[in-house]
């Protein structure tokens, strides 16, 4: 079991940069494939970032289209804690943000992840 908690979010202007946060218990953290999604008033919950779980040499990411290039999702194994550094942010990207996990492999759908944690607001004024 893992609980996951968000940090980071805020009211930015348009091309600001946000780093948000996720602190993750349990002590398999290493075990979980970390994700980002979104869901902004009205619309459905979608995919932002994933990252693949501890267990290898290599790290793999996988970024939604409306972000790469200006999102990097990052993990500390040590730290229990994944991140999502948000850079040239633009309005469209006000969403709240929530972590999710599921052990090892990465996914895009929603459905995949069995844990969730309770969002933080990003808020980007133009």
């Known amino acids: 079991q893992v609980q996951l908690v968000e940090s980071g979010g805020g009211l930015v202007q348009a091309g600001d940069s946000l780093r948000l946060s996720c602190a993750a218990s349990g002590r398999t953290f290493s075990s979980y494939a970390l994700g980002w999604f979104r869901q902004a008033p009205g619309k459905e919950r979608e995919f932002v970032a994933a990252i693949s779980w501890g267990g290898g040499s290599t790290y793999y990411a996988d970024y939604a289209d409306s972000v790469k290039g200006r999102f990097t999702i990052s993990r500390d194994n040590a730290k229990n804690t994944v991140y999502l550094q948000m850079n040239s942010l633009k309005p469209e990207d006000t969403a709240v943000y929530y972590c999710?996990?599921?052990?090892?492999?990465?996914?895009?759908?929603?459905?995949?992840?069995?844990?969730w944690g309770q969002g933080t607001q990003v808020t980007v004024s133009s």
């Open positions: 999710a996990a599921r052990l090892r492999t990465i996914a895009r759908v929603s459905t995949a992840y069995g844990h």
